[in-house]
């Protein structure tokens, strides 16, 4: 059975999703657990993460609220400003939930190259690393300087990249590989294999093997783990296709236990998942 790490839940009435354009006619819909049950049945999967889609805490409450009457949301990685001097007022209500597993620092939306580190956001984010919670990042390959300095401050910080780290596909990608190998050296790092039907859209699905391939060379099976990115990925395809190729790009001669590792064991390690 899997565990998909990565799933978006959305109500469009909410009004916080900035970046869903209204003539996207895929993803300007809205998308609730019983639209990703049907999925759920037919593809194996027994638990999913929220991950926040909106820079608001209001929305990190709409998916605590919808994890806590649907039982298939084993956990909500959800947003805090982390520049905020209130940052820790709100992180001590959240974290209080059982289903709050951290947040998710979206740094793809900002050009890093000359940030300097803030004391705020580190004291921020020292309270995620002290509780032993997550901060998923998501992150385009000119981040990863501001990351691998960010990561000094925090040496016991779990972090997790969503995306396989934005590889540019069909494009030279010795800097994307040169920069991820440094963030593997950060050992509580992890990596998504998720992202890859909207990234690859239109490509042979084989433009993955060599990122996959670099990516387990350097984070190892532990530090890896399925998400489809739901219902995002429908952009590229279906929820079978998603797995599907997932799939096709791993290494060969994986054993079963490999692959339950990462379709299942190693979300719920990371996570700190209740099944």
């Known amino acids: 059975m899997f565990i998909d790490s990565h799933v978006h839940f959305w109500n469009l009435s909410r009004g916080d999703y900035v970046w869903i354009n209204p003539n996207d006619s895929v993803l300007y819909n ?23 889609a909106a820079n608001t805490v209001e929305e990190t409450d709409f998916l605590l609220s919808i994890a806590e009457e649907y039982s298939i949301i084993k956990g909500v990685i959800g947003w805090l400003d982390v520049t905020s001097e209130h940052f820790p007022n709100l992180y001590e209500r959240l974290h209080n939930n059982k289903l709050f597993k951290g947040i998710r620092y979206p ?39 501001y990351i691998l300095r960010l990561l000094e401050y925090l040496p016991e910080l779990k972090v997790t990249i969503n995306h396989l780290g934005a590889p540019p596909i069909n494009q030279r990608i010795q800097p994307w590989m040169e920069m991820m190998t ?59 296709e998603t797995i599907d190729l997932f799939y096709h790009v791993l290494p060969e001669k994986l054993h079963s236990d490999q692959i ?13 998942l209740s099944m």
């Open 182 to 240: 440094e963030i593997s050296k950060h050992k509580q790092a992890t990596c998504k294999l998720s992202g890859m039907i909207t990234l690859g859209k239109g490509c042979d699905w084989s433009v993955f093997k060599p990122i996959i391939a670099h990516l387990f060379a350097n984070f190892g099976i532990d530090r890896l783990m399925f998400g489809s990115d739901w219902p995002v990925c429908l952009l590229g395809g279906n929820y079978k």
């Open 107 to 145: 740094l793809n939306t900002y050009d890093t190259n000359k940030w300097r580190i803030d004391p705020i956001v580190v004291r921020n984010l020292q309270l995620l690393e002290k509780d032993d919670y997550i901060v998923d990042l998501l992150i385009n390959p000119k981040n990863i300087p």
């Open 260 to 272: 339950r590792k990462l379709i299942r064991e190693n979300a719920i390690r990371h996570y700190h």
């Open 30 to 52: 809205n998308y609730l657990p019983p639209d990703l049950l049907q999925h759920q049945i037919g593809n194996y999967v027994d638990g999913v993460v929220a991950v926040q």
